[in-house]
């Protein structure tokens, strides 16, 4: 079945560092959208990419969708305490509803 | 506005009981998904309702399902339990169900312990 792996599983980084998790599908996404779990809390919706090859950023945070539709990264400048937390990519399982959630990658950020 | 909301926020229950958790999404929102979410497997899709109907399932035994009424409120209902359902059980609604508008609001979610 479809398949969503997100690597690293776990990065922790200095205050200050740069960050970058990726999303691999084994099939071509019609969207990817990326949430933020901290620590107890729920998945918050961060973004929703498109087009093949689009990028957006949101601050300090720079999402891509890969030409193929089938990978996305979400890359973090400068991270801070803040940013600690899971991330996940979400995609939808080919011509229906039901969204496949990345593994996740759990960031650690040291102060 | 006010956002998802899910009841109980925790539950305890005993094996081969059964559990019925209610979830109100944000005003206005049709779209209603159901997670089960463990260490080990992550965030698992269980099912999707749109309008009352169930549009989506997951890989779930038949013992978990689910229902959506007129006002967009759902319940999910697990019976016979195992030690295996032991999770966060989060809800998500969303607006729309085109799916390029599909960004899902997650509740805080029900903390189930199957003893």
């Known amino acids: 079945g479809q398949q969503v792996m997100q690597i690293p599983q776990y990065q922790h980084v200095q205050e200050g560092e740069d960050f970058t998790t990726y999303c691999n599908s084994s099939?071509?996404?019609?969207?990817i959208q990326w949430y933020k779990q901290r620590p107890g809390g729920h998945p918050v919706f961060l973004i929703q990419?498109?087009?093949?090859?689009e990028v957006k950023k949101q601050k300090r945070l720079t999402f891509q969708f890969g030409e193929a539709k089938k990978n996305s990264s979400l890359h973090i400048t400068a991270t801070q305490t803040t940013d600690v937390g899971t991330y996940f990519c979400?995609?939808?399982?080919?011509?229906?509803?039901?969204?496949?959630f990345g593994t996740g990658t759990r960031l650690k950020v040291l102060a | 506005k006010a956002g998802v909301t899910q009841t109980p926020r925790y539950l305890i229950k005993t094996r081969g009981q059964q559990v019925t958790l209610s979830c109100s999404p944000i005003?206005?929102?049709?779209?209603v998904s159901w997670y089960q979410q463990t260490p080990g497997q992550g965030l698992q899709f269980l099912f999707e309702?749109?309008?009352?109907?169930?549009?989506n399932k997951g890989n779930f035994p038949g013992r978990f399902s689910g229902r959506q009424f007129s006002n967009s409120r759902s319940e999910m209902n697990v019976s016979t339990l195992e030690l295996g359902d032991s999770a966060l059980y989060l809800c998500?609604?969303?607006?729309?169900?085109?799916?390029?508008?599909?960004?899902?609001?997650f509740g805080p979610g029900t903390r189930l312990t199957v003893t």
């Open positions: 998500a609604s969303s607006r729309s169900g085109g799916p390029h508008t599909y960004e899902q609001y």
């Open positions: 099939t071509t996404l019609s969207n």
């Open positions: 990419l498109v087009k093949s090859g």
């Open positions: 979400a995609g939808p399982r080919s011509g229906t509803y039901k969204y496949i």
């Open positions: 005003s206005g929102h049709r779209s």
């Open positions: 309702y749109f309008s009352e109907t169930q549009r």
